[in-house]
């Protein structure tokens, strides 16, 4: 008894001394207090029969059943199936681009054209994805679309690309490179940077040439964050940019355009089933939370460094 | 690296790099140029096809249009209300948050910074946040729009870590002085501070000028939307108005160049800034090597 009155009264001494700290910090704690982890707390609707009228703590429970309706539904295990082959997709033709880039960037030898290039291609990751839908809508529009225009002229019929589900993925994986790759050069760039220039030099002397700099000194050098971006990107394979789906699905390509993401959000904000959509994305959140930890204990391993 | 030492190989080497990078940012650069053609061309001339790099019939009538719309106005009126109350109320948190946090006197220190870190791995999802939203009364507010998305863990771990390396002496010769926290931050960290400060009101200022999800879920009055939703809206709307069906021959604007107008009217802002952007967001690339 007399431990705790005396540990109380030395934090409140503590507190008196220092409490412009803490004032200081009060707003940050409050904002995710308020804003995040209550959310949290929320997330129990997710085992309950959520009625707006109750509220999340008074309606009442009835344990796994939104799962099982979840599993048991077809669009559910297709958003599943269209999230993994998205994220799949992505990183297996968008991981490289980013990677060349910088390679890329590297062999420049006029700032000029380094510098101008650069700043072109880290442009569209600053454009809202509105305006990216609204481009791709415009590009690939069935009448004035450049692309038909262009599929016109070399003799081909027009094709209305964004009704037609088996073009959803290819518009969708080669919008989110256009848009990411150069930015994401930047990463690979900054650890270009960090090569030490002494190899270089003793290469040259060996009489290597450019091609063998990048291949044997390069790339090996640049491995290690390669390596842990491989990791970052495999640990959030269940995040696909969903904003971007939203913007350019529709019901004639759901088949292959739908993600878990995008299933949230019709069954929840669409069609207020708060319960179904929170259990569809409490189960997205525990299996991104397990594959992120696990991504951060293997980069741990390899790299010797957490990332966070 | 001296360009005397190229052999011919490497020679042959740069140009075939020079020209993959050089295709791919042409490609990143064309879109741009095909909307803002678009955009300044008449509606029969790309409803007719002949659009693809240059403008045909130049004209502003689409811009005339879309300037005379007064919810175009109230759209980017909004979206500056957004963009700098969200960025201001977003330093006026993350800032005095990021110091304290950095403080090594600040008890239960390792438990704060778990609490924020922990939201970056965890995350409760679109329905709770929605329905907490809700229980709060901050939907259709202009009020819930700027506070509810003032913070995040990314922002406030990258200032946290600038400032833990920030030297003792500094701190130490201030309190000397008789300085007390706040005015340590405000005399000593945030001057000292300058470069991370900026990277992040830009980031700040480029997600609020960007943000549309949750401005387009939260928000139903059409006063209060952002000029994203607004021209969401536009393209969702006008594809089957009456006013661009009917009048595709001979017309001045069509759907086509009115959106691309809009689009132009909302990029121009960013690429206002976008010198300022270049300058930093190296370095907050580098910032971020978020570490605990």
């Known amino acids: 008894m007399q431990n705790i009155q005396q540990y109380t009264s030395r934090i409140m001494r503590h507190i008196r001394a220092e409490w412009q700290l803490y004032l200081l910090l009060a707003p940050t704690i409050i904002w995710f207090i308020v804003f995040l982890y209550v959310p949290m707390y929320g997330l129990q609707i997710a085992f309950k029969d959520y009625s707006i009228f109750k509220g999340v703590a008074a309606s009442p429970w009835v344990g796994l059943e939104h799962f099982y309706t979840l599993f048991e539904s077809e669009q559910f295990m297709r958003a599943i199936k269209n999230t993994l082959i998205l994220s799949g997709y992505n990183l297996l033709f968008g991981f490289p681009m980013p990677i060349i880039l910088a390679l890329g960037f590297n062999e420049f030898t006029k700032a000029f054209f380094k510098r101008t290039a650069q700043t072109v291609v880290y442009l569209p990751h600053f454009i809202s994805t509105v305006i990216i839908a609204g481009i791709v809508m415009s590009v690939f529009s069935p009448s004035v679309g450049v692309v038909n225009l262009l599929l016109v002229q070399m003799g081909f019929d027009s094709v209305y690309f964004l009704v037609q589900p088996e073009w959803f993925r290819p518009i969708f994986i080669g919008t989110g490179i256009w848009q990411e790759a150069g930015f994401t050069s930047i990463v690979f760039l900054a650890a270009i940077a960090g090569v030490n220039p002494s190899l270089y030099e003793s290469a040259l002397v060996d009489g290597a040439n450019r091609w063998q700099m990048m291949w044997r000194i390069t790339l090996p050098s640049i491995l290690p964050t390669i390596i842990i971006m491989l990791i970052i990107r495999i640990g959030n394979i269940l995040e696909v940019g969903f904003e971007l789906i939203i913007l350019l699905y529709q019901p004639s390509t759901y088949e292959t355009a739908d993600v878990i993401s995008t299933y949230v959000y019709r069954q929840g904000l669409q069609n207020a089933q708060y319960d179904l959509a929170a259990a569809a994305g409490f189960f997205n959140a525990v299996v991104a939370f397990v594959l992120v930890l696990t991504a951060n204990t293997i980069s741990k391993r390899v790299t010797k460094t957490s990332l966070w | ?292």
Request: charged fraction near 15%; hydrophobic fraction near 50%.
């Open chain 2, 1 to 292: 690296m001296n360009m005397n030492l190229y052999s011919r190989g490497d020679k042959f080497f740069a140009i075939c790099i020079m020209v993959l990078v050089g295709l791919f940012t042409l490609s990143t650069l064309y879109p741009f140029i095909y909307i803002a053609a678009v955009s300044f061309s008449s509606g029969f001339a790309v409803t007719s096809g002949q659009v693809t790099i240059v403008p045909i019939d130049i004209t502003f009538a689409a811009y005339d249009r879309v300037l005379s719309d007064p919810m175009f106005w109230n759209a980017y009126k909004n979206t500056f209300i957004y963009t700098f109350g969200g960025t201001f109320v977003s330093l006026l948190i993350i800032i005095p948050g990021a110091y304290a946090l950095s403080r090594p006197q600040l008890k239960g220190r390792r438990f704060w910074n778990f609490m924020v870190a922990f939201t970056m791995w965890f995350n409760a999802g679109m329905i709770p946040f929605f329905l907490n939203m809700r229980d709060l009364g901050l939907l259709d507010s202009y009020f819930g729009i700027i506070i509810g998305f003032a913070c995040n863990a990314f922002n406030i771990i990258l200032l946290r870590n600038f400032f833990e390396g920030i030297p003792d002496s500094f701190t130490e010769a201030a309190r000397m002085d008789g300085a007390n926290d706040f005015q340590v931050l405000w005399k000593v960290f945030i001057p000292l501070s300058k470069p991370a400060i900026a990277t992040i009101t830009l980031f700040c200022i480029v997600a609020r000028w960007n943000g549309f999800f949750w401005a387009m879920v939260l928000l139903q009055d059409e006063d209060k939307l952002p000029l994203q939703v607004y021209l969401r809206r536009v393209i969702a709307e006008l594809t089957d108005d009456e006013e661009f069906v009917s009048s595709t021959v001979n017309a001045l604007y069509s759907f086509e160049t009115v959106t691309a107008a809009i689009m132009v009217c909302s990029i121009v802002p960013i690429l206002m800034i976008y010198p300022f952007i270049q300058k930093y967001f190296n370095k907050g690339i580098m910032l971020g090597g978020v570490k605990e």
